[in-house]
């Protein structure tokens, strides 16, 4: 068996697990900080119903974020060591700040939330909620650090055969993490939307009788929805113009583009020849590619096949070539999915200043289903920017088929990836059972767990 192959299986699934979660941690800690912040100015208590309800479903799906992200860092040291031992000295940095400095920080304050409700003061509990907000998006900062470090490496010399870190202010300053970070940030808010407005959707087709609650979760959750989409957007364009510029590989492959053309055209729909690098059928929009790449209609894009040859001549023989199909396809649906949640999002929002949250029904019976969207989003996101590095781990620096352990046989990643994959599905059934007991109970009743002294 081969042991590269399934630690990177392995090391995917258990990725692609963990990544259900985090999106929405990031975007529900924040929209739940809003509510509280809210009910604390106003008084209102449509409001603390709305903060205890939702909170208690970010709090399950907090914890089942944390549990899966453990087994990550320990990939590093087992099945990956020839990675860690290569790039420790500086992926070893933002990883134990991410741990030190904003997991401790977000986990005491939830700590403090969960527990404070009738022992703290009205504002600093407040306050609580809002540093678990912090705390949660600058752990998803540190990790992207010190994922930009894999993507664009700067920072560093090597030396005795490992990367070593001569510049920690670059890493930090790394353009990649700057693209990035946002990207993720937005797409939390957006996948915290969606999460919300298909929950409000469903409750309102079993004819919900709180409509206070559902009326104001479902303005919050359409205007986090929309901008949150939106920007993924904006923010997803400035990053494929970087792509195109520090990872040209990653853009062709996205676009099956073999041959570099002047000005590109953009594939909306493509058969290719993977064996001979060549379409068999594709309908493309001529230029199309070249003003997303560079804003104008006259630049030219790399092609697979040209980049073949220039990665053969800078880093020696070998295929460059990442998994064109896999990319591809990823690719569309990850734009496929934004585009719809765009759409959805606007028109749930026309809905709300239109006062007709209940109505019309199809966009009811939509919603439910629309909270998929941004989690095949994520999925896809990330699969296409792992994947399309490859042959690289640390992308021009280190190849994925020498970062793996020489010390571990196939058959015990094998034992280790069919496990972890049971246990991970085994924790995703529970999340989703307690995500749904808890989304169809009443909000009072939720609200009423805890009744703070100060209320």
Known sequence: MDSLLIARWQFAITTVYHFFFVPLTLGLSILVAI?????????????????????????????????????????????????????GDIFGAPLAIEAL??????????????????????????????????????????????????????????????????????????PHVWV?????????????????????????????????????????????????SVMVGLVGHSQAQHMVQVQPMKMAAAEALWNTEQPASMSLFTIGDMKNRRDVFAIRVPALLSILSCNNTSCAVQGINELQAAYEKKYGPGDYMPFVVLIYWSFRAMVGAGLLMVLL???????????????????LRILP??????????????????????????????????????????GMVLASAVLFTLLYGVLMAADVYLLAKYAKAAPADVAADVVPAWA
């Open 345 to 363: 999002a606007a028109w749930a929002l026309v809905r709300v200043a239109r006062d007709r949250i209940a109505g019309p029904s199809w966009l």
């Open 35 to 87: 509510m509280q912040t809210i009910w604390v100015r106003t008084g209102n208590e449509t409001y603390r119903r709305m903060t205890r309800f939702w909170g208690k479903l970010f709090l399950i799906n907090f914890a089942m974020g944390v549990v899966t992200g453990i087994v990550q860092e320990f990939q590093f040291g087992m099945n990956w060591s020839e990675y860690s031992r290569f790039v």
């Open 180 to 228: 990035q970070w946002p990207h993720v940030f937005f797409s939390g808010l957006t996948t915290a939307g969606f999460f919300m407005l298909g929950i409000v959707a469903w409750r309102l087709l079993r004819k919900e009788t709180d409509m206070a609650f559902a009326r104001q979760s479902f303005q919050v959750a359409a205007v986090a929805a929309l901008v949150g």
């Open 101 to 174: 400095l904003a997991f401790f920080m977000e986990s005491t304050f939830l700590g403090m939330w969960l527990f404070g409700w009738d022992r703290l003061p009205k504002r600093v509990h407040l306050a609580t909620i809002w540093l678990v907000a912090l705390g949660s998006n600058l752990s998803a900062l540190w990790i992207l650090i010190a994922n930009s470090f894999m993507q664009e490496p700067m920072g560093y010399v090597l030396r005795n055969g490992r990367a070593e870190m001569v510049d920690f202010a670059a890493l930090i300053a790394n």
């Open 369 to 410: 289903f629309a909270l998929f969207l941004p989690y095949i989003a994520n999925t896809t996101g990330w699969i296409m920017t792992e994947l399309g590095r490859q042959p690289w781990i640390v992308f021009g620096v280190l190849k994925t088929e020498d970062a793996v352990s020489p010390t571990v046989s196939g």
